[in-house]
């Protein structure tokens, strides 16, 4: 139950295209879902976040959609562009200790 | 604002060895986090420190891993002995209160061999 799982484990995406990377959880007590971006060498870093009382939250080229009945949650890269390739991490949280429970990361290529 | 700093960027040790990691986290942050990083997956907590006292370590296996943060502020994380598969990415990160993001370290690559 304390689980995040992550979907694609890699992906390819043409240069403008959509990049499109989903994550499900089932405990219902998770209260903050970010985003996470890593480039090679760098520790992983915070992208975006979304809390469960919102649906949809946009920063600039990049959207969260969540889906509370669902239980799932997806990153949206719009226009991807070849900067943007580097690995991929949603994660959850819930409580004040706020430890974050990881999905397995996602590889994003964007083909020039 | 200065980033968190951790050191090496990278060790190699043969198993059976020791091996020490430190970090510097923000200035202000109270709460400091250690993770691992396995190739192709993603973080692992191993240990969490408000100021200068464990809030949680459920997942350091204590047999051979032990961390300190003294005085609150710097932190240190050492492997005795080493196993191979404790070869990884060792991250630190920092954060000012709870619930709230926090910011990572480039993190120290472990390879035993």
């Known amino acids: 139950q304390q689980q995040v799982k992550q979907s694609p484990q890699s992906l390819i995406v043409q240069k403008g295209g959509i990049s499109i990377i989903n994550c499900a959880y089932e405990?219902?007590?998770?209260?903050?879902f970010p985003w996470y971006q890593q480039f090679p060498g760098k520790g992983p870093a915070l992208l975006i976040a979304?809390?469960?009382d919102v649906s949809e939250k946009k920063e600039g080229r990049f959207t969260i959609s969540f889906n509370k009945s669902a239980k799932q949650f997806s990153l949206h890269i719009m226009d991807s562009q070849p900067g943007d390739s580097a690995t991929y991490f949603c994660?959850?949280?819930?409580?004040?200790?706020?430890?974050?429970?990881w999905g397995a990361g996602t590889k994003l290529i964007i083909k020039p | 604002e200065a980033g968190v700093a951790q050191s090496p960027r990278y060790k190699i040790i043969e198993k059976r060895q020791s091996v020490a990691f430190w970090c510097n986290p923000i200035?202000?942050?109270?709460?400091l986090y250690w993770y691992q990083q396995i190739l192709g997956q993603g973080p692992k907590l191993l240990i969490q420190?408000?100021?200068?006292?464990?809030?949680?370590d459920s997942q350091l296996p204590k047999d051979r891993f032990s961390a300190e943060r003294l005085k609150g502020v710097d932190s240190t994380l050492k492997i005795q002995p080493a196993k191979l598969e404790d070869s990884a990415v060792y991250l630190c990160?920092?954060?000012?209160?709870?619930?709230?993001?926090?910011?990572f370290g480039s993190g120290t690559r472990l390879t035993v061999v």
């Open positions: 990160a920092s954060s000012p209160v709870a619930n709230y993001g926090y910011t």
């Open positions: 200035s202000g942050h109270a709460t």
């Open positions: 420190f408000q100021n200068n006292g464990v809030v949680d």
């Open positions: 405990n219902t007590a998770f209260d903050y």
């Open positions: 979304i809390r469960p």
């Open positions: 994660a959850a949280s819930k409580g004040s200790n706020y430890q974050l429970i």
